[in-house]
T-cell receptor
Framework: AQTVTQSQPEMSVQEAETVTLSCTYD???????LFWYKQPPSRQMILVIR??????QNATENRFSVNFQKAAKSFSLKISDSQLGDTAMYFC??????????????????FGQGTILTVHP | DTGVSQNPRHKITKRGQNVTFRCDPI?????LYWYRQTLGQGPEFLTY????????KSRLLSDRFSAERPKGSFSTLEIQRTEQGDSAMYLC???????????????FGSGTRLTVV
């Protein structure tokens, strides 16, 4: 079974500054995907960024980037130029790669406990 | 693509009553997932369907919980004899195996918040 741990229950940052959210995971799988999801107060889960484990290059999406350390099983999210709209709960999530998951775990996400991020004006 | 729709958005019920939630996935998505999210925690997997077949159930899904997806379209999650510990947000997500963008086809609904009093 996989576990995902987010050790920062709450973080805060000033608008326009940079903040890093931490995530570690434990798995015996070699092929998997990692995700960061954002859940604003409106509750719908929105994908922020994803990383395939087989890729060494860290994923980047505009102001969001990750630091993926496969050997250390670490997957942190860096938000640059923070905006007020970034205020939300952020979840790190793990998924076995579909091709290797087998029929019964196809696409199941395992989430961390979440980090509440507050961006202050 | 109108997204994943969940109804009702909120449900307050008395302990011991039965409740049923509905999820309407994106029409071309053949995979459907239910998650439960308690306050301040991450979602936890409950069950998943491929078309109309329920292929996996979590140990969290006690005998009081049942889920269906008739004809592989919408899904219902029923909780019988509700307990206060069932109070949570119930999230539905649907997915296609056609990878679109960078989301691997996953789309979440806004959830149904259940409060058992």
């Amino acid at each position: 079974a996989q576990t995902v741990t987010q050790s920062q229950p709450e973080m805060s940052v000033q608008e326009a500054e940079t903040v890093t959210l931490s995530c570690t995971y434990d798995t015996s799988e070699n092929n998997y995907y990692l995700f960061w999801y954002k859940q604003p107060p409106s509750r719908q889960m929105i994908l922020v960024i994803r990383q395939e484990a087989y890729k060494q290059q860290n994923a980047t999406e505009n102001r969001f980037s990750v630091n993926f350390q496969k050997a250390a099983k670490s997957f942190s999210l860096k938000i640059s130029d923070s905006q007020l709209g970034d205020t939300a709960m952020y979840f790190c999530a793990f998924m076995k790669a579909d091709r290797y998951a087998g029929g019964t775990s196809y696409g199941k996400l395992t989430f961390g406990q979440g980090t509440i991020l507050t961006v202050h004006p | 693509d109108t997204g994943v729709s969940q109804n009702p958005r909120h449900k307050i019920t008395k302990r011991g009553q039965n409740v049923t939630f509905r999820c309407d996935p994106i029409s071309e998505h053949n995979r459907l997932y239910w998650y439960r999210q308690t306050l301040g925690q991450g979602p936890e997997f409950l069950t998943y369907f491929q078309n109309e077949a329920q292929l996996e159930k979590s140990r969290l899904l006690s005998d009081r919980f049942s889920a269906e997806r008739p004809k592989g379209s919408f899904s219902t999650l029923e909780i019988q004899r509700t307990e206060q510990g069932d109070s949570a947000m119930y999230l539905c997500a649907s997915r296609t195996l056609v990878y679109t963008g960078n989301n691997y086809g996953y789309t979440f609904g806004s959830g149904t918040r259940l409060t058992v009093v």
